[in-house]
Protein backbone atom coordinates (compact mmCIF):
# COMPACT_ATOMS: atom_id res chain seq x y z
CA UNK A 1 0.00 0.00 0.00
CA UNK A 2 1.81 3.37 -1.01
CA UNK A 3 1.08 6.03 1.25
CA UNK A 4 0.77 9.34 1.17
CA UNK A 5 3.82 12.14 1.10
CA UNK A 6 2.12 13.69 4.69
CA UNK A 7 1.14 10.22 6.51
CA UNK A 8 5.19 9.23 5.85
CA UNK A 9 6.19 11.97 7.03
CA UNK A 10 3.93 11.99 10.22
CA UNK A 11 4.84 8.33 10.68
CA UNK A 12 8.49 9.12 10.43
CA UNK A 13 8.24 12.00 12.78
CA UNK A 14 6.56 10.08 15.19
CA UNK A 15 8.51 7.53 15.31
CA UNK A 16 12.06 9.94 15.71
CA UNK A 17 9.88 11.66 18.39
CA UNK A 18 9.22 8.72 20.35
CA UNK A 19 12.69 7.36 19.96
CA UNK A 20 14.15 10.78 21.25
CA UNK A 21 11.45 11.36 24.10
CA UNK A 22 12.56 7.47 25.10
CA UNK A 23 16.06 8.61 25.24
CA UNK A 24 15.52 11.99 27.24
CA UNK A 25 13.35 9.75 29.88
CA UNK A 26 16.48 7.31 30.62
CA UNK A 27 18.60 9.96 30.97
CA UNK A 28 16.53 11.68 33.36
CA UNK A 29 15.64 8.37 34.82
CA UNK A 30 19.67 7.36 35.16
CA UNK A 31 20.28 10.97 36.61
CA UNK A 32 17.79 10.58 39.10
CA UNK A 33 19.10 7.27 40.24
CA UNK A 34 22.56 8.77 40.47
CA UNK A 35 21.50 11.32 42.59
CA UNK A 36 19.63 8.75 45.08
CA UNK A 37 22.61 6.96 45.14
CA UNK A 38 25.08 9.93 45.42
CA UNK A 39 22.69 11.75 48.15
CA UNK A 40 22.75 7.91 50.27
CA UNK A 41 26.85 7.89 49.60
CA UNK A 42 27.18 11.29 51.36
CA UNK A 43 24.66 10.56 54.26
CA UNK A 44 26.63 7.58 55.28
CA UNK A 45 30.21 9.03 54.61
CA UNK A 46 28.41 11.98 57.05
CA UNK A 47 27.62 9.41 59.47
CA UNK A 48 30.50 7.73 59.36
CA UNK A 49 32.77 10.94 60.24
CA UNK A 50 30.02 11.19 63.17
CA UNK A 51 30.53 7.68 64.40
CA UNK A 52 34.49 7.83 64.24
CA UNK A 53 34.09 11.01 66.32
CA UNK A 54 31.87 9.12 69.22
CA UNK A 55 35.01 6.34 68.89
CA UNK A 56 37.15 9.18 69.70
CA UNK A 57 35.37 10.24 72.45
CA UNK A 58 34.35 6.85 74.38
CA UNK A 59 36.73 4.60 72.80
CA UNK A 60 35.53 2.01 75.44
CA UNK A 61 32.23 1.97 75.20
CA UNK A 62 30.74 4.12 71.66
CA UNK A 63 27.07 5.09 71.79
CA UNK A 64 26.52 4.46 67.97
CA UNK A 65 22.26 4.64 68.81
CA UNK A 66 22.52 8.50 68.74
CA UNK A 67 24.36 8.94 65.78
CA UNK A 68 21.80 6.34 63.69
CA UNK A 69 19.05 8.08 65.60
CA UNK A 70 19.67 11.00 62.91
CA UNK A 71 19.39 8.84 59.73
CA UNK A 72 15.74 6.14 59.70
CA UNK A 73 17.15 2.68 59.04
CA UNK A 74 20.82 3.98 59.32
CA UNK A 75 22.99 0.62 60.98
CA UNK A 76 26.56 1.43 62.63
CA UNK A 77 28.90 -1.72 63.91
CA UNK A 78 32.67 -1.58 65.11
CA UNK A 79 34.45 -5.13 65.08
CA UNK A 80 37.65 -6.00 66.52
CA UNK A 81 40.52 -7.15 64.79
CA UNK A 82 39.12 -10.41 65.79
CA UNK A 83 36.39 -10.32 64.34
CA UNK A 84 34.11 -9.91 68.00
CA UNK A 85 31.68 -7.11 68.15
CA UNK A 86 32.52 -4.06 69.89
CA UNK A 87 29.78 -1.85 69.42
CA UNK A 88 26.43 -1.17 67.57
CA UNK A 89 23.80 1.54 67.02
CA UNK A 90 20.34 1.74 64.56
CA UNK A 91 18.27 -1.36 63.87
CA UNK A 92 21.42 -3.74 62.86
CA UNK A 93 21.17 -6.25 60.10
CA UNK A 94 25.42 -5.07 59.38
CA UNK A 95 27.64 -8.47 59.51
CA UNK A 96 31.21 -8.47 58.41
CA UNK A 97 29.56 -9.85 55.05
CA UNK A 98 26.73 -7.20 54.19
CA UNK A 99 23.63 -8.55 51.70
CA UNK A 100 24.03 -7.10 48.36
CA UNK A 101 20.51 -4.84 49.33
CA UNK A 102 22.54 -2.88 51.58
CA UNK A 103 24.90 -0.19 51.17
CA UNK A 104 27.66 0.13 53.32
CA UNK A 105 30.76 1.82 53.33
CA UNK A 106 33.60 0.85 56.10
CA UNK A 107 37.10 2.45 57.28
CA UNK A 108 39.94 0.72 59.93
CA UNK A 109 39.75 2.79 63.12
CA UNK A 110 42.51 2.29 65.93
CA UNK A 111 42.33 -1.53 64.07
CA UNK A 112 38.69 -1.89 64.05
CA UNK A 113 36.34 -2.34 61.07
CA UNK A 114 33.93 0.23 61.70
CA UNK A 115 30.85 -0.32 59.05
CA UNK A 116 28.12 2.39 58.64
CA UNK A 117 25.16 0.95 55.94
CA UNK A 118 21.34 1.41 55.29
CA UNK A 119 19.25 -0.80 53.18
CA UNK A 120 19.31 0.47 49.33
CA UNK A 121 15.58 -0.95 48.91
CA UNK A 122 13.53 2.17 49.96
CA UNK A 123 15.92 4.51 47.54
CA UNK A 124 15.59 1.29 44.17
CA UNK A 125 11.82 1.40 44.68
CA UNK A 126 11.32 4.64 44.44
CA UNK A 127 13.36 4.66 41.19
CA UNK A 128 11.44 2.00 39.92
CA UNK A 129 7.94 3.75 40.93
CA UNK A 130 9.32 7.16 39.09
CA UNK A 131 10.37 4.61 36.48
CA UNK A 132 7.28 3.23 35.74
CA UNK A 133 5.26 6.58 36.04
CA UNK A 134 7.77 8.01 33.45
CA UNK A 135 7.52 4.83 30.90
CA UNK A 136 3.50 4.95 31.38
CA UNK A 137 3.43 8.26 29.44
CA UNK A 138 5.42 7.63 27.28
CA UNK A 139 3.07 6.75 24.98
CA UNK A 140 0.49 9.21 25.75
CA UNK A 141 3.11 11.77 24.90
CA UNK A 142 4.34 10.52 21.90
CA UNK A 143 0.92 9.92 20.34
CA UNK A 144 0.60 13.77 21.31
CA UNK A 145 3.52 14.65 19.74
CA UNK A 146 2.53 12.11 16.46
CA UNK A 147 -0.90 14.15 16.90
CA UNK A 148 0.66 17.78 16.86
CA UNK A 149 3.03 16.41 14.01
CA UNK A 150 0.41 15.21 11.70
CA UNK A 151 -1.81 18.44 11.83
CA UNK A 152 1.50 20.54 11.22
CA UNK A 153 2.05 18.11 8.63
CA UNK A 154 -1.21 18.70 6.99
CA UNK A 155 -1.19 22.29 6.83
CA UNK A 156 2.01 22.55 5.55
CA UNK A 157 0.81 20.00 2.74
CA UNK A 158 -2.71 21.90 2.46
CA UNK A 159 -1.85 24.10 -0.03
CA UNK A 160 -0.17 21.54 -2.17
CA UNK A 161 -3.81 19.96 -2.18
CA UNK A 162 -5.67 22.89 -2.97
CA UNK A 163 -3.00 23.43 -5.98
CA UNK A 164 -3.81 19.16 -6.76
CA UNK A 165 -7.50 20.19 -6.27
CA UNK A 166 -7.77 23.15 -8.80
CA UNK A 167 -5.14 21.33 -11.33
CA UNK A 168 -7.25 18.30 -11.25
CA UNK A 169 -10.33 19.93 -13.35
CA UNK A 170 -8.61 21.55 -15.96
CA UNK A 171 -8.42 19.70 -19.89
CA UNK A 172 -8.30 21.35 -23.33
CA UNK A 173 -11.70 22.67 -22.45
CA UNK A 174 -10.59 24.93 -19.97
CA UNK A 175 -7.42 26.05 -21.28
CA UNK A 176 -7.64 29.73 -20.36
CA UNK A 177 -8.34 28.70 -16.86
CA UNK A 178 -4.80 29.49 -14.10
CA UNK A 179 -4.21 28.32 -11.01
CA UNK A 180 -4.79 30.99 -7.92
CA UNK A 181 -1.58 31.66 -6.40
CA UNK A 182 -2.93 32.93 -2.88
CA UNK A 183 -0.69 30.85 -0.42
CA UNK A 184 3.10 32.96 -0.43
CA UNK A 185 6.29 31.97 -0.61
CA UNK A 186 7.37 28.05 -2.74
CA UNK A 187 4.17 27.39 -3.54
CA UNK A 188 3.49 30.47 -5.42
CA UNK A 189 6.51 30.42 -7.13
CA UNK A 190 5.82 26.93 -8.02
CA UNK A 191 2.04 27.94 -8.81
CA UNK A 192 3.60 30.19 -11.15
CA UNK A 193 5.90 27.70 -13.02
CA UNK A 194 2.77 25.42 -13.69
CA UNK A 195 0.54 28.61 -15.30
CA UNK A 196 3.60 29.35 -17.14
CA UNK A 197 3.53 25.63 -18.55
CA UNK A 198 -0.53 25.66 -19.06
CA UNK A 199 0.69 29.07 -21.18
CA UNK A 200 2.59 27.11 -23.29
CA UNK A 201 0.15 24.17 -23.73
CA UNK A 202 -2.62 26.49 -24.57
CA UNK A 203 -0.65 28.74 -27.05
CA UNK A 204 0.27 25.26 -28.63
CA UNK A 205 -3.20 23.73 -28.99
CA UNK A 206 -4.48 27.23 -30.15
CA UNK A 207 -2.28 26.55 -32.63
CA UNK A 208 -2.65 23.17 -33.80
CA UNK A 209 -6.55 24.06 -33.89
CA UNK A 210 -6.02 27.47 -36.34
CA UNK A 211 -3.49 25.16 -38.42
CA UNK A 212 -6.70 22.20 -38.48
CA UNK A 213 -9.31 24.74 -39.51
CA UNK A 214 -7.24 26.99 -41.87
CA UNK A 215 -6.66 23.87 -43.55
CA UNK A 216 -9.91 22.54 -43.78
CA UNK A 217 -10.82 25.83 -44.95
CA UNK A 218 -8.34 26.34 -48.08
CA UNK A 219 -8.93 22.38 -48.71
CA UNK A 220 -12.81 22.97 -49.12
CA UNK A 221 -12.92 25.40 -52.13
CA UNK A 222 -10.80 23.46 -54.52
CA UNK A 223 -12.84 20.27 -52.91
CA UNK A 224 -16.31 21.52 -54.15
CA UNK A 225 -15.16 23.23 -57.70
CA UNK A 226 -13.50 19.50 -58.06
CA UNK A 227 -17.16 17.96 -57.10
CA UNK A 228 -18.77 20.21 -59.20
CA UNK A 229 -16.60 19.94 -62.41
CA UNK A 230 -16.97 16.28 -62.31
CA UNK A 231 -20.58 16.46 -61.74
CA UNK A 232 -21.24 18.59 -65.03
CA UNK A 233 -18.29 15.62 -66.94
CA UNK A 234 -20.63 12.80 -65.79
CA UNK A 235 -24.23 14.68 -66.83
CA UNK A 236 -22.56 15.12 -70.63
CA UNK A 237 -20.64 11.71 -70.21
CA UNK A 238 -22.85 8.01 -71.60
CA UNK A 239 -23.46 6.18 -68.97
CA UNK A 240 -21.62 2.81 -68.37
CA UNK A 241 -18.57 3.95 -70.22
CA UNK A 242 -15.17 3.74 -68.83
CA UNK A 243 -15.01 7.48 -68.42
CA UNK A 244 -18.05 7.97 -66.76
CA UNK A 245 -16.33 4.77 -64.28
CA UNK A 246 -13.31 7.12 -63.81
CA UNK A 247 -15.48 10.29 -63.36
CA UNK A 248 -17.73 8.35 -60.76
CA UNK A 249 -14.56 7.08 -58.89
CA UNK A 250 -12.90 10.46 -59.00
CA UNK A 251 -16.01 11.88 -57.53
CA UNK A 252 -16.30 9.05 -54.94
CA UNK A 253 -12.54 9.89 -53.42
CA UNK A 254 -13.69 13.40 -53.04
CA UNK A 255 -16.23 13.01 -51.35
CA UNK A 256 -14.71 11.12 -48.96
CA UNK A 257 -12.16 13.73 -48.59
CA UNK A 258 -14.97 16.60 -48.35
CA UNK A 259 -16.21 14.39 -45.06
CA UNK A 260 -12.77 14.03 -43.63
CA UNK A 261 -12.20 17.54 -44.24
CA UNK A 262 -15.86 18.45 -42.58
CA UNK A 263 -14.52 16.40 -39.58
CA UNK A 264 -11.85 18.84 -39.67
CA UNK A 265 -13.75 21.90 -39.46
CA UNK A 266 -15.88 20.02 -36.91
CA UNK A 267 -13.60 19.72 -34.36
CA UNK A 268 -11.41 22.49 -34.94
CA UNK A 269 -14.08 24.81 -33.63
CA UNK A 270 -13.74 26.01 -30.06
CA UNK A 271 -15.38 23.85 -27.74
CA UNK A 272 -17.16 25.98 -25.45
CA UNK A 273 -19.45 26.94 -27.99
CA UNK A 274 -19.67 22.99 -29.26
CA UNK A 275 -20.43 22.27 -25.42
CA UNK A 276 -22.99 24.69 -25.12
CA UNK A 277 -25.38 22.86 -28.09
CA UNK A 278 -27.54 19.81 -27.53
CA UNK A 279 -29.47 17.50 -30.55
CA UNK A 280 -32.05 15.64 -31.07
CA UNK A 281 -30.25 12.44 -31.39
CA UNK A 282 -33.13 10.47 -33.30
CA UNK A 283 -33.63 13.26 -35.83
CA UNK A 284 -30.36 13.26 -36.82
CA UNK A 285 -30.18 9.76 -37.72
CA UNK A 286 -32.64 9.96 -39.46
CA UNK A 287 -31.67 13.43 -41.81
CA UNK A 288 -28.33 11.03 -42.28
CA UNK A 289 -29.94 7.95 -43.40
CA UNK A 290 -31.93 10.19 -45.79
CA UNK A 291 -28.61 11.45 -47.30
CA UNK A 292 -27.09 8.03 -47.58
CA UNK A 293 -30.13 6.36 -48.78
CA UNK A 294 -29.50 6.47 -52.92
CA UNK A 295 -25.95 5.10 -52.21
CA UNK A 296 -27.05 2.45 -50.27
CA UNK A 297 -29.84 1.24 -52.49
CA UNK A 298 -27.41 1.69 -55.66
CA UNK A 299 -25.16 -0.85 -53.50
CA UNK A 300 -28.10 -3.02 -52.98
CA UNK A 301 -27.29 -2.74 -49.37
CA UNK A 302 -30.53 -2.63 -46.95
CA UNK A 303 -30.09 0.28 -44.32
CA UNK A 304 -32.44 -0.49 -41.49
CA UNK A 305 -32.56 2.57 -39.05
CA UNK A 306 -34.04 2.50 -35.79
CA UNK A 307 -34.25 6.04 -34.69
CA UNK A 308 -35.94 7.82 -30.84
CA UNK A 309 -36.15 10.98 -30.36
CA UNK A 310 -33.56 11.60 -27.26
CA UNK A 311 -31.64 14.64 -26.54
CA UNK A 312 -27.89 14.38 -25.72
CA UNK A 313 -25.33 16.89 -25.43
CA UNK A 314 -23.52 17.25 -29.00
CA UNK A 315 -24.47 19.66 -31.82
CA UNK A 316 -26.20 18.20 -34.82
CA UNK A 317 -23.75 18.53 -37.19
CA UNK A 318 -21.27 16.56 -34.70
CA UNK A 319 -23.13 13.83 -34.31
CA UNK A 320 -24.29 13.72 -38.19
CA UNK A 321 -20.60 13.84 -39.25
CA UNK A 322 -19.52 10.84 -36.54
CA UNK A 323 -22.90 9.21 -38.33
CA UNK A 324 -22.03 9.61 -41.74
CA UNK A 325 -18.24 8.65 -41.49
CA UNK A 326 -19.95 5.35 -39.76
CA UNK A 327 -22.21 4.72 -42.69
CA UNK A 328 -19.56 5.49 -45.13
CA UNK A 329 -16.91 2.88 -43.73
CA UNK A 330 -19.72 0.50 -43.48
CA UNK A 331 -20.32 1.29 -47.12
CA UNK A 332 -17.06 1.49 -48.51
CA UNK A 333 -15.83 -1.73 -46.69
CA UNK A 334 -18.75 -4.29 -47.45
CA UNK A 335 -17.49 -6.70 -49.75
CA UNK A 336 -20.94 -9.52 -49.61
CA UNK A 337 -22.77 -7.04 -47.61
CA UNK A 338 -26.44 -6.99 -47.38
CA UNK A 339 -27.48 -5.28 -44.06
CA UNK A 340 -26.16 -1.92 -42.38
CA UNK A 341 -27.93 -1.28 -39.10
CA UNK A 342 -28.34 2.24 -37.59
CA UNK A 343 -30.09 2.52 -34.11
CA UNK A 344 -30.02 4.70 -30.90
CA UNK A 345 -31.64 4.27 -27.46
CA UNK A 346 -31.41 5.38 -23.90
CA UNK A 347 -29.72 3.06 -21.33
CA UNK A 348 -28.25 4.31 -17.14
CA UNK A 349 -28.52 7.95 -18.48
CA UNK A 350 -26.65 7.90 -21.31
CA UNK A 351 -27.62 7.87 -25.22
CA UNK A 352 -26.08 5.05 -26.80
CA UNK A 353 -25.89 4.81 -30.46
CA UNK A 354 -25.30 1.64 -32.39
CA UNK A 355 -23.98 0.88 -36.28
CA UNK A 356 -23.37 -2.60 -37.09
CA UNK A 357 -23.26 -4.49 -40.35
CA UNK A 358 -23.11 -8.39 -41.58
CA UNK A 359 -19.63 -7.39 -43.50
CA UNK A 360 -16.35 -9.16 -42.71
CA UNK A 361 -16.00 -7.01 -39.49
CA UNK A 362 -13.16 -5.86 -37.68
CA UNK A 363 -9.71 -7.42 -37.38
CA UNK A 364 -9.41 -9.78 -34.14
CA UNK A 365 -5.94 -8.47 -33.55
CA UNK A 366 -7.28 -5.26 -31.42
CA UNK A 367 -10.40 -3.34 -31.23
CA UNK A 368 -8.15 -0.20 -30.61
CA UNK A 369 -6.42 -0.16 -33.19
CA UNK A 370 -9.33 1.42 -35.86
CA UNK A 371 -9.10 4.66 -33.46
CA UNK A 372 -5.86 5.57 -34.02
CA UNK A 373 -4.79 7.94 -36.88
CA UNK A 374 -3.85 6.97 -40.20
CA UNK A 375 -4.67 3.37 -39.69
CA UNK A 376 -7.11 2.84 -42.60
CA UNK A 377 -10.15 0.09 -41.93
CA UNK A 378 -9.28 -2.21 -44.88
CA UNK A 379 -7.67 -5.63 -43.08
CA UNK A 380 -10.07 -8.42 -43.78
CA UNK A 381 -12.35 -6.04 -45.44
CA UNK A 382 -12.49 -4.69 -49.13
CA UNK A 383 -8.56 -3.55 -49.68
CA UNK A 384 -9.50 -1.79 -53.18
CA UNK A 385 -11.66 1.05 -50.83
CA UNK A 386 -9.23 1.94 -48.32
CA UNK A 387 -10.06 4.79 -46.20
CA UNK A 388 -7.36 7.76 -45.19
CA UNK A 389 -7.34 6.32 -41.61
CA UNK A 390 -8.44 9.63 -40.46
CA UNK A 391 -12.49 9.71 -39.73
CA UNK A 392 -12.80 7.02 -37.03
CA UNK A 393 -9.51 8.91 -35.12
CA UNK A 394 -11.64 11.77 -35.52
CA UNK A 395 -14.81 10.47 -34.37
CA UNK A 396 -13.70 9.51 -31.41
CA UNK A 397 -12.21 12.72 -30.91
CA UNK A 398 -15.00 14.31 -31.41
CA UNK A 399 -17.40 12.08 -29.06
CA UNK A 400 -14.51 12.08 -26.26
CA UNK A 401 -14.26 15.84 -25.93
CA UNK A 402 -18.44 15.24 -25.09
CA UNK A 403 -17.41 13.16 -22.42
CA UNK A 404 -18.71 10.12 -24.43
CA UNK A 405 -17.04 6.89 -25.85
CA UNK A 406 -16.71 5.03 -28.95
CA UNK A 407 -15.60 1.45 -29.03
CA UNK A 408 -16.24 -1.39 -31.45
CA UNK A 409 -17.07 -5.37 -30.93
CA UNK A 410 -17.94 -8.10 -33.09
CA UNK A 411 -21.40 -7.98 -34.39
CA UNK A 412 -24.30 -10.12 -33.86
CA UNK A 413 -25.12 -9.86 -37.69
CA UNK A 414 -21.41 -11.35 -38.42
CA UNK A 415 -19.65 -7.68 -39.10
CA UNK A 416 -18.43 -4.88 -37.22
CA UNK A 417 -20.49 -3.08 -34.41
CA UNK A 418 -19.56 0.70 -33.21
CA UNK A 419 -21.45 1.47 -29.55
CA UNK A 420 -21.28 5.26 -29.00
CA UNK A 421 -22.16 6.27 -25.28
CA UNK A 422 -22.86 10.08 -25.33
CA UNK A 423 -24.54 11.88 -22.11
CA UNK A 424 -27.92 12.15 -22.00
CA UNK A 425 -30.31 15.16 -21.69
CA UNK A 426 -33.45 15.02 -20.96
CA UNK A 427 -35.82 12.84 -23.21
CA UNK A 428 -38.12 14.11 -25.79
CA UNK A 429 -41.41 12.92 -25.82
CA UNK A 430 -41.69 11.88 -29.15
CA UNK A 431 -40.34 8.24 -30.00
CA UNK A 432 -40.14 6.94 -33.51
CA UNK A 433 -38.84 3.58 -35.03
CA UNK A 434 -38.66 4.40 -38.71
CA UNK A 435 -37.06 1.64 -40.79
CA UNK A 436 -35.46 3.15 -43.67
CA UNK A 437 -34.78 0.77 -46.87
CA UNK A 438 -33.84 0.51 -50.26
Given at each position: ?7 R ?11 VI ?21 D???C ?41 G ?29 SS ?26 L ?12 LK ?13 LN??L ?9 L ?5 N ?19 A????R ?15 V ?8 G?Y????AE ?9 M?L????P ?11 G ?26 S ?20 A ?20 N ?26 Q ?32 S ?6 F ?16 H???
Amino acid sequence: MKLHYQTRLTLVAGLCSGLVIALIFATLLQLVARSESAGLQRDLQLCLEQAKAEIKENPRKPDFNEVAGGYPGLSIVEYSLEGSLVGHGGPGGLTLHPPSSMAVIRTSVDGNTLEVGISSQPTAARVDHLTYLVWMFWAPLTAAVTLAIWFAARSVFAPLKSITDQAAILDDRCLNVRLEMIYGGEYDLFTEKLNGLLDRIQSSFNRQERFACDAAHELRTPLTVLSGQLQEKLRVTALGSAEAGVYEGLLAEIERLSSVVDMLLESSRPKGIRNSQKADVGECLERSASRWLDRFTQREVFLDVVAESHLAAISASEIETIIENLLSNALRTGIAKRIVRLQNFELEAQNVIVVEDDGPGIPAQGTESPFAPFVPTQAGRNPDKRGFGLGLAICRRLIEDRDGQIEVEKSDLGGAKFIIRLPSSPSLTRHTEPHIGM
